[in-house]
């Protein structure tokens, strides 16, 4: 008698079935993955250019790997310095002088908000701008009229960075809540500032409004406000003053991320291409060949900080949460 062979029997599945077991499969996989994060809408339409001089390819180079690694969906283009030495800039667009008196007021301001013990060290003077002063104020002078042409009829705004911005691990978390909750008449968002005047009021935890802020390491500008800047010319002292006058004045409303997001590259003036026309008595030492501000008597650590703008790396200023009543 003839052995037989056991044998399982097979179940056919029809091709159908197959098909949707297959797909059922793949869509339990995808869902296990991380979804990624959808940006809110306002920092889907929002856009920036990366201020640089010519011959500062490297400021450059370090910027964008910074944007690469913080904020890597934010799209940004170079966007030519204007150059006080070679350029020409007219003084319908910025003056040849300027007056300390109105940085005064809110420099002794902050001294006195500080505790600071140097009141009797600023002093009212009529400088000359400096050719990198000159030449910071009409590159932002470009940047506001190139808001309005990118624009177009839309309320579009434009985030203007310096070369030597850096975002923070945190920036684009800290600026999706900031854009929420931002009122509608914001012509100014700075990203990164050194303040000077108590805040006018606070809008929430990550938003507040500001009086007179310095610099313009970064910071976002809508089309309403360019056009306020642009009719406001000529810039008639640093830009950072004379943008921090223009809010103190009530012409336009400037609000801050607290804490700041932007922090410049390096410390205050190290590396830095813009001479500051009231540093004058400082031990601060600028980048050598780089540093186009030093007068042609000057010699290296001879221009200080002294009453200048101040800088937007001030560790103290993350602590200044004090409200004007």
């Not at 062979?5 to 059922?24: G, L, N, Y």
């Not at 968002?189 to 000077?196: F, M, N, P, R």
Request: hydrophobic share 35%.
């Amino acid at each position: 008698m003839r052995a037989t062979t056991p044998f399982r029997r097979v179940r056919t599945v029809p091709t159908t079935t197959k098909k949707k077991i297959s797909k059922q499969l793949r869509v339990e996989t995808d869902s296990s993955k991380p979804k990624k994060k959808v940006l809110a809408q306002g920092l889907q339409k929002l856009s920036a250019i990366v201020v640089n001089l010519d011959r500062r390819p490297d400021r450059l180079v370090d910027c964008q790997k910074k944007l690469t690694q913080h904020c890597p969906w934010l799209e940004h283009e170079r966007f030519r310095a204007s150059d006080g030495k070679l350029d020409i800039i007219t003084e319908k667009d910025v003056t040849l002088s300027w007056n300390t008196a109105r940085n005064v007021q809110y420099q002794k301001l902050r001294a006195t908000r500080k505790g600071w013990n140097d009141l009797e060290s600023y002093k009212v003077k009529d400088l000359d701008h400096s050719a990198g002063e000159r030449g910071c104020s009409a590159s932002h002078i470009r940047a506001w009229k190139y808001c309005l042409d990118a624009a177009g009829d839309t309320d579009k705004p434009l985030l203007v960075l310096e070369d030597d911005a850096a975002p923070t691990e945190n920036f684009t978390e800290v600026l999706e809540r900031a854009l929420a909750v931002l009122p509608g008449d914001a012509h100014i968002l700075y990203l990164g500032y050194s303040q000077a005047a108590d805040w006018r009021r606070e809008i929430s935890a990550d938003v507040v409004e500001a009086e007179y802020v310095w610099t313009t390491v970064g910071y976002i500008i809508w089309p309403a406000g360019a056009r306020v800047l642009l009719g406001r010319l000529p810039v008639d002292q640093p830009v950072d003053n004379w943008m921090a006058t223009a809010c103190a004045a009530g012409a336009i409303k400037s609000y801050c991320v607290r804490p700041k997001i932007i922090r410049q590259a390096d410390e205050w003036n190290v590396n830095s291409d813009v001479g500051h026309s009231d540093e004058v008595d400082s031990d601060i030492k600028h980048s050598d060949v780089f540093y186009p501000g030093l007068r042609a008597d000057a010699v290296e650590g001879d221009i200080l900080f002294g009453t200048g703008s101040d800088t937007s790396d001030d560790d103290d200023d993350d602590l200044d949460d004090e409200i004007t009543p």
